[in-house]
């Protein structure tokens, strides 16, 4: 064996080294930036700085853990810290131990039967346990390992650090499962849950692979994508919420909540960030609360009204186009027709229908227009020429005095007159704030409908959004014309975005719930008392996600896509706010700074 001898520093060396050494101790270096200014160790508890910490480890787990069963532990509103240390057992090691353990207590059962003892159901519940795991081990379906768990808890007061104890104890406690302090190891324990895979404590439980996954804490959703809208911020978790609804099943989405809860903020929030990557924007407005965000992307917002000179035609067909539907057209807007004129008129006997239906098609004939899709260019007739075609029928004189306030009364222009607006913006609002409460089921009925002949003329990526659907809902005719956009808007890369706050309204419609199902996305916002089990029933939410709906404050969302469901914050940059708020004082502020 050689054995090096280190060579004589000369005293001039040993000087530089020990002045080296004297001004390394000098230095800060990083140890000296992460360090606490202080540590206090107590029995039960620890004093870093001015916060207290106590670690807890867990003792005893019951026979059965539920999936995600630290989750509320995790998501608990006080500071803490969660460290699991997780390490490899060899299982043919661990099989021939469990095979020792069986032997004893079958032995020990088999010895409790032939005394007549009465038979011990936790004894007989760990022998299948024990076999179970014995059977998984031996044909590698599962391994063992060892795991030890740390929480530390951290407060700004001794107070508040029982307090949060307690409660997380009682967390603990409800799963069965067993905690206890770190008493007089409280330094050990905290260095255990230190991010330096050190475990000091070693305070160990063997569990399979089964079982320590159930120690994954993080279950809430996570709903992002690589491409879509920004929607907000999971609550849960922090994550941000990212979707695109053009890659869903279908494109249509509902947006349900009490009055002033924030579902127009939250829908047009959306509606501007879908703008933003392309899509044409359709608003129906009752409220013009568009108009801002429209008017400032240069889009067109038409006001639909008597006093209005802007007008819509229904009896107007799709342009002509070639393909198999074409010949449908005449056919799909008689019937549309059909549905508008007993909004209008009220209740029909089935006498009336049926003299309707055949005036509608006499009316096309009156301007040389027929199934044939070249005549479907001629220009169409208006709500006066049905009046008189229904006055020359024999029993069409009571449809036809109905109509007559449409057509030469107090209503008259506003469904008499041509079309004189063109859906060729990026960006459209129709207002009907200054329409009369009567005429705004009739004027979205109508021009929900000039909107599907366009929509059908060419498939481009659209968003409808229909304001207060409720009003709709209303009349079975509406309700069934909307639920019909609804379900074949997805052929024509069209989504449907449907807003109410008279939410049992909407769902006791027979085509509520329709639309429902047919909407891949819903947003949820704070729930009135007295109709939150008509959404919990319509979308199967559990009695937690009730309590957060009655609890929400104004911008918190349940979003639901497909079946995952999150709570989630609305986040809007201050950009966006600006162009989006109703709120009447910021408003005021934001129209002085631009005067």
Known sequence: MLFSKKPKLTPEEQKALQTKKMMAEGMTNIRDLIAPPSMELNSNYLKIGSTYVKIFFIQDYPRVLSSGWLSPVINCEFALDVSIH??????????????????????????????????????????????????????????????????????????????????????????????????????????????????????????????????????????STNTGVFYGINKTNNSLVIYDRFSL????????????AGKSYAVKLETLRTLMLGAEIIAIDPENEFQRMCEQFGGSFLNISINSDQRINPFDLPPARDDEEASDDLRSNAIMLAGLIKVMTGEMTPQESNILDEAITETYASRGITEDPATHGLEPPVLLDLQKVLESMNGGQNLAAKLNKYTNGSYAGLLNQPTNIFLDNKFITFSIRDLEEELRPIAMYSILNYIWNKVKASRKKRLLVVDEAWLLMKYPESAQFLFSMAKRGRKYFLGLTCITQDISDFLNSPYGQPIVHNSAIAMLLKQHPAEVDYVKEAFHLTDAEKTFLLQASTGDCLFIAGNNHAAIEIFASYFEHQLITTNPAELNTIEEGTA
């Open 249 to 260: 099943p279908n494109y249509n989405s509902v947006v349900l909540a009490t009055a002033g």
């Open 86 to 223: 997780i390490s490899p057992i060899a299982s043919e090691e661990y099989a021939k131990k469990l095979r020792t353990k069986s032997t004893q207590i079958e032995s020990t059962l088999a010895a409790n039967a032939d005394k007549g003892l009465t038979r011990d159901p936790k004894m007989e519940a760990t022998y299948s346990d024990v076999e179970g795991l014995r059977e998984k081990l031996s044909v590698g379906i599962s391994k063992m390992f060892s795991i030890s768990l740390y929480i530390s808890i951290y407060a700004n007061s001794l107070e508040t650090l029982n307090e949060a104890c307690n409660i997380i104890g009682s967390m603990l406690g409800e799963q069965m499962l067993v905690e206890k302090p770190a008493i007089l190891q409280m330094e050990q324990g905290f260095n255990s849950s230190l991010p330096i895979a050190k475990d000091e404590l070693y305070i160990t439980r063997n569990l399979d692979t089964e079982s320590i996954s159930t120690f994954f804490p993080f279950l809430s959703a996570t709903l």
